[in-house]
């Protein structure tokens, strides 16, 4: 299990949002209150839109909270729209490739949980990736068969549609091998301009989600946090647990839900996952 | 393009193999002579059989010359049958998953070479891996695919048979997808008893392949040579290229060849793929 | 912080010790109950005698629980004596000759705690470490400026006089610069053949430091433990912490104290530092 | 021993100079033409300034050409002034606290050579250095060392002086202790203002250094080539050896000098250490 961040409002620089002591998402992979698992010390990355438009990555296998170089660089991108995720491995091997957030072309995609059973079905799901794209994955987690699997099923065109695909195959080849449960976990995807997350389990038990209340309210409850003003007044921050230290900041993002955070504004909707168009043979 | 060396005979320190300036894998990391790459500086691994019938493995995307644990293991571990791989990365991330030597269950497998067109029938030789080994695969590399393309083949029952097939189907899927030379190199495989090791290359032209002559002849020629005294009568190198300082100590193994290294003797052998039963539909 | 643990008995594959649900020191990495930190992911270190006087040591980065080369040497390395450390960093860089345990010709040295105000009187250590000396500190922490103190105050012919002479300095210039506690921790120490352990505080509320009962006993209470039949009669644990499930295994090791345990018995002795003859002028 | 690289100029991406082919200098870090060492593959580090007066640094000890990290940030990273480094060790620990370039401050400090009998006179220096500086000293080269010794004698106030008496301290030093030639290599150093370049050694054969001649010229015989277009016309690469495709565009630093790239213009002075006062005690 995992914890991640995603923002996406005006430019900040990524220390701000990853350090400093209000809105500390470093801290928490070393103490995590609300995980599965309260260390998530098996490796980090970050993915941040600035020159171009395909995403930087930069992802290492050592904890977060001693990492030099992730200090250095967040003390030096600025950045509208970055993705942070701190992992703790659950029978992937440690690696750099392993790491989140993944990224295709100008897509970011990340994810807190699971895919139960997943040794049983990746061969389904390798299969099931556009023969296009198969050569680009690499790494072996169960995250990135998502991913491509959801780009298969058109994330580009239509992410809520893609990911509901993509669940939904996950759903019937786990169930199909006898697992009760196949998916666990929370999700966000970005292309650079929307962001999506997702929460969602087959159990109906997800993974936590949270969301910041909106900007202006927020900075009439705190107004001596510098950060607040900082940031624009459509600014969000998407969490897997609530950080730092602002009550009443968060807003959880109801079970089997999905919210979009755009240009042409934000929309919180439930979601459901689409099986395939036919039970597998 | 990589270098590697396996070693069967008598029990030995692995440092008096891999340090000792007389036969120094370690220096041949930086400076190959032979090989299409002179630095081989893109992790390194060592498989070496001791306690009980699995062997162990070390592996490690730092360069081998500046391991300093690499440097502790060999100078306390004692092993009759070890392999020690150094690896030019071309393609593959650089990443342990993707070190030789690669294990399953009591084999070790190694290659110096590469599958021309991997991309492209990635998928065809993943697909062709029995579905219960499959889920074993943890890199990306080719050597990994064909390895567990030898095991589906049968690797454990007849080794140069199911070698033979591996590279068989490679070649033919290769030559499908319009790649005129699909395969290259030269490889060890082992079952921590006997020793086989390969030199094919569809193209006719392989990497080098040496293996050292005779203890007993060398320690003749050699008589200063305390490693020589050091090892049984039987002990045997086989590297990508000579190492030390010993000229005259090194056979080459003919192109389109294999040699077994056992216990019921020693055999070198002509090596021809051979090609699936019917063509790809 | 950090955790340790030093075994001195009959040979024993190092796995048992390190990984058995009954006495897992790995798992103490991410989740120790009685230090001053729950996670000790910023590195590791094994240290161990097999072949030659010298030891052996392996050291990483990486937390221990995620690291498949540790998993992989205490699998195949078996020895009589050998001591493993967890790190928790504070203050200096996580990098491996950071990591405990350090090595100095035969000697081995490991410590849980710290130095308050190292940087106050790290040059005057530094000072005070035999010039012959001086060129093999290597890293940067207190612990590695203590060792070389106590080398340097004659380590190998009289361990705990040495220690007593080395905490005793840094008690003296820590004081002199305002420091009110200077030392804080425990500390183990090996020539090889005998082990040497301490605990002590400037403050008198010292880390905790526990040895394991004597195995004749704990044979007689945990009779289905095959590792406690696998052990010589002599076999001691000593650790930061109790480790595993064998409660009533344990014995604290009294504040202000040290024990030798060693070929010619064991003795627990009460420990107190010895000033420098003069005042630091 | 080791390549750098330092730009001065306009605000460039990053990857534009490392990795574009006409200027690649993580190409020369697997294969270097006139050093000492062909292969710097032991860390690398690089520095910039960006976001504030103190700069960034990014350092790893795997080598360069392969690290994925040091691609992504290269790739988002504009600067108007930085620094990068490969390394090959010679003797100190790969580490990352040992990779170049070294921070301090606004101050930018690199090497491409050694201290003779450096660790003879490794206390000396260390001794030397200010008290009030010394606990800042992180890693174990022979380069942070000189660094800490400039830092002290005033580099801040003028590099020139500064770097002369270091070098004059530690040729003093070397040489009581019987080294007959204790300096060699190439020094860059910057506030993130200027920048400055010395080229010297005790024995009159330096290792080589470069920089391009002016920006105006090169367009004109390079009409084709883009960078050149992109870059400011005070634009000025330093390097340890010509990189690239553009013979004719480098000017080699005459043995015994310093360059200083500033706002204020630019100087080639003739260079020579100063002495300390009185020969040591």
Known sequence: MCRWLAYRGSEVLLSRVLYTPVLSMIDQSLRSRLGAETTNGDGFGVGWYGAGPVPGVFRSV??????????????????????????????????????????????????????????AIKRDMILAVDESLFPQISGTTDTEALFYLALTFGLADDPPEAVARAIGFVEARGRSRGVQYPFQGTIATTDGESLWVFRYSSEGKSRSLFFTRDVRTLRQEYPDRDVLREVSDDARLVVSEPIGDLPG?????????????????????????????????
Not at 96 to 114: E, T
Not at 251 to 264: I, L, N
Request: proline fraction near 11%.
């Open 249 to 281: 900041a968060w807003v959880e993002m109801p079970e089997a839900s999905y919210g979009v955070f755009g240009k042409g504004g934000e929309q919180l909707l439930s979601f459901a996952p689409k099986p395939p168009p036919k039970a597998p043979q």
């Open 62 to 119: 050592e904890p977060a909270w001693n990492n030099e170089n992730l200090r250095e660089l967040a003390g030096h991108i600025r950045s509208p729209l970055f993705f942070t995720h701190v992992r703790a491995a659950i029978g992937s091997p440690v690696q750099q490739s392993n790491c989140h957030p993944f990224r295709h072309d100008r897509w970011l995609f990340m994810h807190n949980g699971y895919i139960d059973g997943f040794a």
